[in-house]
Antibody, heavy 121, light 112 residues
Framework: QVQLVESGGGVVQPGGSLRLSCAAS????????MHWVRQAPGKGLEWVSF????????YYADSVKGRFTISRDNSKNTLYLQMNSLRGDDTAVYYC??????????????WGQGTLVTVSS | DVVLTQSPLSLPVTLGQPASISCRSS???????????LSWFQQRPGQSPRRLIY???NRDSGVPARFSGSGSGTDFTLKISRVEAEDVGVYHC?????????FGQGTKLEIK
């Protein structure tokens, strides 16, 4: 079965950096696009970023563009999110999520359990 | 950017009664391939979201038949025919037709 396990969350000061990882198993990782989605405490879901299976396309929410970078290592079945210049409003649970599309993106079908990022001095 | 507006935001329901959640889009969600990439997710308290419905009306494997999705263009609905206690949680719609992808604000379903 599909498993997505995030790691790398923690407490970071404003202006700091953090790299999240997502270890994938139970499917052919190199065939599917992947997403990051976040949820601030007590708030709704916010789509953050997408990367195509072969890294040929990457998309970002305006709120993180220029500060966050999505990447993947298909040899390690791992998705990453490099977060720089972190701000208080980046505080959230960050979810790794799988796209059901094997070529073009079709949305999200599976989610990880999430990792909490807290930006605070 | 596409804005999804859900209503109501809070939905108290009596056990065994039906429930309905609306998701309205600021623009058509029909993609150039003819598909409409509108999904519904359930998020139980303390859990990650789980997909219930994809492409408007397709129910995921293992999702009870009491859940159904309908709609077209800009107006979409998630219906629960008879609410059970395990249905408590927040329901989110999401569009994957236009970048950047977006979610509705979420609708909190509770038992009266």
């Amino acid at each position: 079965q599909v498993q997505l396990v995030e790691s790398g969350g923690g407490v970071v000061q404003p202006g700091g950096s953090l790299r999240l990882s997502c270890a994938a198993s139970g499917f052919t990782f190199s065939t599917y696009g992947m997403h990051w989605v976040r949820q601030a405490p007590g708030k709704g879901l916010e789509w953050v970023s997408f990367i195509r299976y072969d890294e040929s396309d990457k998309y970002y929410a305006d709120s993180v563009k220029g500060r966050f970078t999505i990447s993947r290592d298909n040899s390690k079945n791992t998705l990453y999110l490099q977060m720089n210049s972190l701000r208080g409003d980046d505080t959230a649970v960050y979810y790794c999520a799988k796209d059901p599309g094997a070529g073009m993106s079709e949305g999200i079908d599976y989610w990880g359990q999430g990792t909490l990022v807290t930006v605070s001095s | 950017d596409v804005v999804l507006t859900q209503s109501p935001l809070s939905l108290p329901v009596t056990l065994g009664q039906p429930a309905s959640i609306s998701c309205r889009s600021s623009q058509s969600l029909v993609y150039s391939d003819g598909n409409t990439y509108l999904s519904w997710f359930q998020q139980r308290p303390g859990q990650s979201p789980r997909r219930l419905i994809y492409k408007v009306s397709n129910r995921d494997s293992g999702v009870p038949a009491r859940f159904s999705g309908s709609g077209s263009g800009t107006d979409f609905t998630l219906k629960i025919s008879r609410v059970e206690a395990e249905d408590v949680g927040v329901y989110h719609c999401m569009q994957a037709t236009n970048w950047p992808y977006s979610f509705g604000q979420g609708t909190k379903l509770e038992i009266k």
